[in-house]
């Protein structure tokens, strides 16, 4: 990640952009797997350690959405941040396979390319994010409803064919 700052960043702003880089480069891409382009940083290494691990993790991205709220990002933009945060740190916490998890999913590096589109583009960026802090637990919430009638309709099914 050896972006340039970006040109249309408004001079106040240079530093705040160049700490959520360098923190986002630590956290999500300090080391490589030797032989490979794969990278990963504090974070999957932090997340070893059940439970602060994770909490660390989450704090330091909590840092990274502070420096961006600084900027002047919108509401929805730093709460779909936010979100990232939360999917990595809940998913995260799961013993073994959370650790692989934060390994690929890179919260910090998320967040990081969101804010650079955002800057880009701010009315794009920030209608998407609405759109994605609504549609995401839309689909959660239907694909919840979809299991538990599935599983109704197996149970009725199963004592249906029990009482023949």
Known sequence: MDDPTPQYL???????FRRHRALTRAF?????????PWRF??????????????????GFAGYGVLLARRMG???AVQLRMIANVAIDATLGAVPLAGDLFDAAFKAHLRN???LERWLEAPR???RSSL???????AAAVLALVAVVALAGAAIYFVADSLSM
């Open 41 to 58: 940083g504090w974070d999957a290494l932090l997340g070893l350690v059940p439970g602060a691990g994770d909490l660390l993790g989450a």
């Open 124 to 126: 794009k960026v920030e």
């Open 28 to 36: 999500d891409q300090a080391f490589r797997v030797p032989g490979t």
């Open 73 to 75: 990002v919108p509401a």
């Open 10 to 16: 408004p001079r106040e702003h240079v530093e705040l």
């Open 112 to 114: 990081h390319r969101l």
């Open 131 to 137: 759109l994605a802090l609504v549609a995401v637990p």
